[in-house]
């Protein structure tokens, strides 16, 4: 579970993405800003897991390398990368926060 027990430690072309939830994260349990499921895992890669956007969206994401950030990097998905969503992870970092991620795929 590598990519998201980084996110208990604290430290961190834009284009937008479309909103919908993934389908391996459809009934599944999300990491969000209440809580941080480690049963949240949307592949095989051990480093992916489901995470609510700010859309209320759920995606698979990949957390490798990932740590909490100290402010919001984004408010929509506009804010990051392309490749990456604006999720909510304040329940593996301890206060609402949002973080651009990288979508595994």
């Known amino acids: 579970m590598g990519g998201l027990a980084a996110l208990g430690s604290v430290a961190l072309g834009r284009k937008p993405v479309l909103a919908a939830t993934d389908r391996s994260c459809k009934g599944k349990r999300s990491v969000n800003n209440d809580r941080c499921p480690e049963d949240a895992q949307c592949t095989s890669n051990p480093d992916c897991f489901c995470a609510t956007t700010v859309n209320e969206d759920k995606r698979c994401v990949d957390f490798t ?7 919001d990097e984004c408010d929509s998905g506009k804010d990051c990368r392309r490749g990456e969503v604006c999720i909510k992870v304040g329940g593996c970092c301890g206060r ?9 795929g």
């Open 65 to 71: 390398g990932e740590v909490c950030p100290t402010s």
């Open 96 to 104: 609402n926060r949002n973080l651009c991620v990288r979508r595994c």
